[in-house]
Each structure stands twice: as C-alpha cells, then as structure tokens.
C-alpha cells in the first residue's frame, strides 16, 4: 500500500512517499515486492505549493483591499440618496485610506523596480568579476606549470623517485621571486598511461607516485572535451605579429579521499621531450585551490557557479557542490535556465531548490570548451534571492 511520512535521513528532515511494485529482475525466479521511495524536503515541497511571487501577493492583496473599500462609495452612488449619519465613518475611512494605500502601493512597485535594476546590476558585476579573476588566476596557473616544466626540462637527470624528489634543489624551485604562482599544493608529471613519475610538493611529506589511468582526473584529460585559453589581448601591429595561440587544458574539482577537502587539478599537454627514467613525460597537473573559486569574498546573498553546457556545476562559491549538482535539475528543469546556457540572457527570476531567486547567466569571455559548440559553453551562473536574506 502507497504511504506517506516525514522523516530524519542523515540529518535532514524528508517528506517520502511510498509506493509498491512487483519486479521481475531474474527470470528464473518469482517476481519480488519492491518499494518505491520519494523523497522531498519540507520547505522545497512548501515552496513549490505556495510557488507565487511576492510581488504579485502584494498586489492581489492590494486589489481586495481596494475593493472593499470602494464598496461603501458604490454603495452610496446607487442608491442614488442623500448619505445617512451612519455612512459618515465609513466613507470617511474609504476616502482616506484608499489615496493613502494607492500611495503605498506605487512607491512600492517604484522599490521593487529599483531593487530589481539594482540586483541585476550587481548580478552582473558579480558574474564579470568572476569571468575576470578566474581567467587571470587560470593564466597565472598555466604560467607556472610552464615554468616549473622547464625548470625540470633544464634538470641533468629529471628526478623519477620520491626520495630525489623531496632534494633541496627541487624545493628551491618554489621560491615566490621566481614562481608566477605560489597558491598551489603540488605539481606532478605523467606519462602517456596516466603513471606518475614526477611529483614536486610545497610541503614536507609528499604522497606515493601512483597511477592514475583510471581517475576522473585522467580520464578527462584523455577525453576529447578540453578548454581553451584564449592569449591575453594587446594592442598595436607589433602585438597582433607576437600574438600566442589559444592554450588547451583542463581543469577538474577533484575531492581528496584523505581529507574530503575539494580542489582543483589543472592539466596540461607536455611534447613528450622530457624523460624521467626512461619514461617520456607527456602531462603536467597542479593541484591548487584558486582564489577566485574556493575563498570568494561575496555579498551576503549572493553566491555563483561555473557549469557546462549540460548544466553540471563544474565550480561553486560552495566547493561541497562542485559536480554533485546539476543547475538544471535543481531549477526543475527551467526552460529559461536551459535557454540561457545556450545563449545571452538578461536576468531572470527562477525557482532554485525549491525558493525564489534571480539569476543572471553569461559565457567566459575568454575560456571555452573544444571542441566548442556554437556558442561558448563554458558559463559563469550569478544568482541572488531577491526577496530574502541569509
């Protein structure tokens, strides 16, 4: 029998709804009962019952109050007599309150407009920072990985063991006159089947080298979705001649399995020139915590996402939710939502878990996925409850 019940589930509260069915999964055997489970949180399923705008709550209720309000004046012009002693308070109170409510009510829609141009407006900056101190950061990234290439490049006998690895030469290479980029963890090279065979460390331990052939990181590094950084933009017929082609790389959140911290591994294609051992190294990847990602400083209320054209959040002002959450889903599958990952929108209001927020989505300027789709689909998602705070 179908049911229903709220209930704890590893320390949230849930609505589950029950539901019985019979599978035959082994035709060999009987068919088994199953039970179907749902679940929902409370103020998700209150939400979405109650889903109607504030702004058009007020209204209505401004409309019936008016109403009602009126009906004591149309009342006396039907009856077509002069006003009676008793009417006196009541059409007093009706034409003092309906000027001063219709008063209330227009300088009402004039906040909510300028709050609304001024959401917006924040929105955007928000999202243009973001584009503009991510692309900056990633620059810097890709930078340092290239410097500490050629560092090992210039090394006699590039260190292909862990105890030559933890020398004292290889951790001078870290020092923060010559690095364009110190806020990172470590920096390891592989070959062509995903094995480590040189990893450089800031601290003092340093993990086992290990193969990572079968990891996400890897495995997403081999595949054929790659981002590219378009050169940073010059002026002049000299610059235009000097211009760098566009740096093809990746970048994936990664959650370590030893703390449960999320961060970030960006990866880089070598030639194959280097050796370590007799192992040509044809991959760099920096593990990092970026700034512009992991330690936001944002407006309270605020909050932003890097996803992809399928809507999966690669990056959040949240780590917790960087690929556990997909924007789609969460918004129930928006037609707006969806029609602004694939094109250039204005802001908008959507339904987000369950509660009213505005959200304002446009491309990186300046990193795309190749191959690329026809447009950009690398985009950096703004979003605001515009009715409350937290």
């Known amino acids: 029998m179908s049911g229903f019940r709220e209930m704890e589930i590893v320390g949230g ?4 709804y029950t539901q019985p069915v019979t599978l035959n999964l082994d035709p060999n055997s009987k068919p088994r009962p199953w039970l179907l489970c749902g679940l929902v949180r ?38 077509g007599a002069g006003m009676l002693r008793s009417d006196t308070p009541i059409i007093a109170a009706a034409i003092f309150l309906i000027p001063a409510l219709s008063a209330l009510f227009a300088a009402y829609l004039y906040q909510h407009a300028s709050d609304l141009n001024l959401t917006d407006e924040s929105l955007k900056a928000l999202a243009d920072d973001v584009d503009r101190h991510f692309t900056g950061e990633t620059r810097k990234i890709v930078a340092q990985i290239d410097y500490l290439t050629d560092q090992l490049r210039q090394l006699p006998n590039p260190y292909a063991d862990e105890r030559s690895v933890l020398s004292n030469k290889a951790g001078s290479l870290f020092s ?6 110190t806020n990172f963890e470590m920096i390891f090279w592989t070959d062509d089947l995903g094995r480590q065979q040189v990893k450089w460390s800031r601290a003092r331990d340093i993990t086992p080298l290990l193969s990572l052939e079968q990891d996400p990181v890897f495995l997403r590094f081999r595949g054929e979705r790659r ?20 740096r093809e790389f990746t970048f994936v959140p990664v959650t370590t399995s030893t703390t449960g911290e999320s961060v970030a591994v960006f990866g880089l294609r070598l030639d194959g020139t280097i050796r370590a051992g007799q192992a040509p190294l044809t991959a760099a990847f920096m593990v990092c915590t970026p700034e512009s990602l992991f330690h936001p400083v944002l407006p309270q209320g605020f909050g932003f996402a890097i996803v992809d054209d399928s809507g999966n959040i690669v990056f959040s002002h949240s780590p917790l939710l960087n690929q556990r959450e997909n924007l789609f889903q969460e918004t129930d599958n928006d037609k707006k939502t969806q029609s602004a990952i694939n094109s250039v929108s204005e802001p908008f209001n959507v339904q987000y878990k369950g509660r009213l927020h505005r ?32």
Not at 363 to 369: D, E, M, R, V, Y
Request: net charge positive; glycine share 2%.
């Open 359 to 390: 959200m304002y989505v446009r491309p990186l300027q300046q990193i795309h996925l190749f191959p690329a789709l026809p447009l950009p689909c690398t985009r950096t998602a703004s979003t605001m409850k515009p009715w409350t705070r937290r």
């Open 42 to 79: 409370p103020e998700r399923f209150i939400s979405q019952t109650w889903a109607l705008s504030y702004f058009w709550i007020i209204g209505l209720a401004f409309l019936v109050v008016i109403v009602l309000l009126s009906l004591p004046i149309v009342k006396l012009a039907s009856r």
């Open 227 to 246: 981002a590219l950084l378009d050169p940073e933009t010059a002026e002049g017929p000299a610059a235009k001649q000097s211009r760098k082609p566009a």
């Open 13 to 16: 509260r849930y609505k589950v």
């Open 176 to 181: 923060i006159e010559k690095s364009p980029y």
